[in-house]
Nanobody, 124 residues
Framework: QVRLVESGGGLVQAGGSLRLSCAAS????????VGWFRQTPGKERVFVAA????????YYADSVKGRFTISRDNAKNTVYLQMNSLKPEDTAVYYC?????????????????WGQGTQVTVSS
């Protein structure tokens, strides 16, 4: 079992920055990938970014490329999502997820473990 805990959400003005953290504990594996998804009320959860624990390959949704950066600290078992140039449309609950997947990182079904989510609100 893997436990994921997100933190770092909050309220920020448009153009500002936030850094989200996803701390993993339990039976983590170097074969895992960790992804960030976000969800707004009444809509489905959508992919934001993903990273492989081993090797550190990264993947991004087009909507966040050039603004968001995903990274990991293997020693701390933590994945970060640095969000810059935030826009009101980035407002959502952000979830991190982990799973032993090797492709289709934007597909929720591939992830076995999910955190509880952290709210990000960007004011205009």
């Amino acid at each position: 079992q893997v436990r994921l805990v997100e933190s770092g959400g909050g309220l920020v003005q448009a153009g500002g920055s936030l850094r989200l953290s996803c701390a993993a504990s339990g039976r983590t594996s170097s074969s895992y990938a960790v992804g960030w998804f976000r969800q707004t009320p009444g809509k489905e959860r959508v992919f934001v970014a993903a990273i492989r624990w081993s090797g550190g390959s990264t993947y991004y949704a087009d909507s966040v490329k050039g603004r968001f950066t995903i990274s990991r600290d293997n020693a701390k078992n933590t994945v970060y999502l640095q969000m810059n140039s935030l826009k009101p449309e980035d407002t959502a609950v952000y979830y991190c997820a982990a799973g032993a997947i090797y492709r289709n990182y934007d597909v929720q079904m591939g992830y076995d473990y999910w955190g509880q989510g952290t709210q990000v609100t960007v004011s205009s």
